[in-house]
């Protein structure tokens, strides 16, 4: 396999300031004044930085030409305009790329790239971890959780946004077309950052990424589903992967709280969902547990009245699941029934298994990482 695969090292750690890249117009107004700026220029000073970062992507308040140097050295003694650091980069045989990424504390997550021919999606991480052990989901066997902060989760996408070259703005030729809420974590308990971080990325004057373009996906937190839908408007994904709740709550155990019926009446009323802005379901296809003809017949019927798409997605094994990836002959039986029924339902090309990239498959390496991390410094946290 020709796999790129860099291991870089931890960069000499600087004493850690508040971030700049991450704050909302009104924070960042609170930066300016915090260094001494009057506050009538503050709302100014707001609009230079939010352009200067969120538009042109600055990583030193060097480039930010427009605002005096003076002002630029006291933000600097202040605050960071940086990025976290990139622990490992790995490219895929299909032009997937994943970035392992250090974040101030040392925690790990992942982040991934996906190149099509007419798009290319960036999937982000909403958490360390995740609380929700799904059966079936590499990141759910990983025990430490934080929620990131929304200047983590937007840091993602800036991060990404240098790596392949993409600064300023630009609304035509873009290299990140789409993002994703489907990396490590529910996105949905970290709700308040992660709407914070979609204002931000969809911003018309910075990075500008249009709401119809991000996917937030959930296993199912019903009480928020409604309220998401309201207050950004990001298409919703819905990781349902069974038709009945026997067989759902063993491999998605948070439907014990939240039941198939429940989720699918939050889904019937998720604002401005249409034809033109179908919920995606996903399905996972595990073999002998969800992927019988009784179950596409009972899932069409289950979303049967919501614009839907299903994304039928092969299961991606990793060392130690305890299932199996369904066979083609019982997956192509199932996609028959669904599309006989009016729903699209592509299934989803495994991208990076090569790179441990693909759907459920993040962690391992964040793991790995830690235990190295570990080995070399005994005061790093476990
Ligand atoms: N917690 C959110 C966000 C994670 S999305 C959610 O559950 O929706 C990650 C997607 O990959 C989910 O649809 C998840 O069910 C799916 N997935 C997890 N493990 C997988 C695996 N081993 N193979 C294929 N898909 C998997």
Same mark, same amino acid.
């Not at 870089?8 to 704050?23: E, N, Q, S, T, V």
């Not at 976290?84 to 992942?110: M, N, Y």
């Not at 990140?176 to 809420?181: E, Q």
């Given at each position: 396999?020709?796999?790129?695969?860099?291991?870089?090292?931890?960069?000499?750690?600087?004493?850690?300031?508040?971030?700049?890249?991450?704050?909302?117009?009104?924070?960042?107004?609170?930066?300016?004044?915090?260094?001494?700026?009057?506050?009538?220029?503050?709302?100014?000073?707001?609009?230079?930085?939010?352009?200067?970062?969120?538009?042109?992507?600055?990583?030193?308040?060097?480039?930010?030409?427009?605002?005096?140097?003076?002002?630029?050295?006291?933000?600097?003694?202040?605050?960071?305009?940086?990025?976290?650091?990139?622990?490992?980069?790995?490219?895929?045989?299909?032009?997937?790329?994943?970035?392992?990424?250090?974040?101030?504390?040392?925690?790990?997550?992942?982040?991934?790239?996906?190149?099509?021919?007419?798009?290319?999606?960036? @999937?982000?991480?909403?958490?360390?971890?995740?609380?929700?052990?799904?059966?079936? @989901?590499?990141?759910?066997?990983?025990?430490?959780?934080?929620?990131?902060?929304?200047?983590?989760?937007?840091?993602?996408?800036?991060?990404?946004?240098?790596?392949?070259?993409?600064?300023?703005?630009?609304?035509?030729?873009?290299? =990140?077309?789409?993002?994703?809420?489907?990396?490590?974590?529910?996105?949905?308990?970290?709700?308040?950052?992660?709407?914070?971080?979609?204002?931000?990325?969809?911003?018309?004057?910075?990075?500008?990424?249009?709401?119809?373009?991000?996917?937030?996906?959930?296993?199912?937190?019903?009480?928020?589903?409604?309220?998401?839908?309201?207050?950004?408007?990001?298409?919703?994904?819905?990781?349902?992967?069974?038709?009945?709740?026997?067989?759902?709550?063993?491999?998605?155990?948070?439907?014990?709280?939240?039941?198939?019926?429940?989720?699918?009446?939050?889904?019937?009323?998720?604002?401005?969902?249409?034809?033109?802005?179908?919920?995606?379901?996903?399905?996972?296809?595990?073999?002998? =547990?969800?992927?019988?003809?009784?179950?596409?017949?009972?899932?069409?019927?289950?979303?049967?009245?919501?614009?839907?798409?299903?994304?039928?997605?092969?299961?991606?094994?990793?060392?130690?699941?305890?299932?199996?990836?369904?066979?083609?002959?019982?997956?192509?039986?199932?996609?028959?029934?669904?599309?006989?029924?009016?729903?699209?339902?592509?299934?989803?090309?495994?991208?990076?298994?090569?790179?441990?990239?693909?759907?459920?498959?993040?962690?391992?390496?964040?793991?790995?990482?830690?235990?190295?991390?570990?080995?070399?410094?005994?005061?790093?946290?476990?």
């Amino acid at each position: 396999m020709n796999i790129a695969d860099t291991i870089i090292p931890a960069a000499l750690r600087i004493p850690h300031k508040p971030r700049l890249a991450g704050m909302s117009r009104a924070e960042l107004a609170e930066a300016a004044v915090s260094v001494g700026e009057p506050a009538h220029k503050a709302k100014m000073r707001a609009s230079q930085l939010f352009h200067w970062i969120y538009f042109r992507g600055a990583r030193s308040f060097d480039d930010m030409t427009t605002i005096s140097k003076e002002t630029r050295v006291k933000l600097g003694q202040k605050y960071d305009v940086g990025r976290e650091d990139i622990a490992r980069a790995q490219l895929s045989e299909d032009g997937t790329r994943k970035w392992l990424v250090r974040l101030a504390d040392g925690a790990l997550v992942e982040t991934v790239y996906i190149p099509d021919e007419d798009r290319a999606t960036l @999937c982000i991480s909403s958490q360390v971890g995740c609380t929700l052990t799904c059966k079936f @989901c590499h990141t759910g066997t990983q025990p430490w959780v934080r929620n990131l902060t929304t200047a983590e989760i937007v840091g993602q996408v800036m991060l990404a946004r240098d790596e392949v070259n993409e600064w300023p703005s630009d609304p035509d030729g873009r290299m =990140i077309t789409n993002i994703v809420l489907m990396g490590m974590g529910e996105p949905l308990y970290n709700y308040d950052n992660v709407v914070a971080a979609l204002h931000l990325l969809t911003d018309n004057e910075g990075i500008a990424i249009s709401r119809r373009r991000i996917t937030v996906s959930t296993a199912g937190v019903v009480p928020m589903i409604g309220k998401l839908g309201e207050e950004t408007g990001a298409a919703l994904a819905i990781s349902l992967h069974a038709t009945r709740d026997e067989v759902r709550d063993v491999i998605v155990p948070l439907n014990k709280k939240y039941p198939i019926a429940a989720l699918l009446d939050a889904c019937r009323n998720y604002p401005g969902s249409a034809n033109s802005r179908r919920i995606t379901f996903e399905y996972v296809m595990l073999k002998g =547990i969800n992927d019988s003809v009784r179950d596409a017949k009972e899932l069409v019927q289950l979303i049967a009245g919501i614009p839907a798409k299903v994304n039928l997605i092969p299961f991606n094994p990793w060392p130690g699941s305890p299932y199996e990836c369904s066979d083609d002959e019982s997956i192509a039986k199932f996609v028959e029934i669904v599309n006989r029924a009016g729903y699209s339902s592509p299934i989803r090309t495994p991208r990076g298994r090569d790179i441990l990239a693909a759907c459920g498959q993040l962690k391992s390496d964040s793991l790995r990482e830690r235990k190295s991390r570990v080995t070399a410094s005994p005061s790093t946290p476990a």
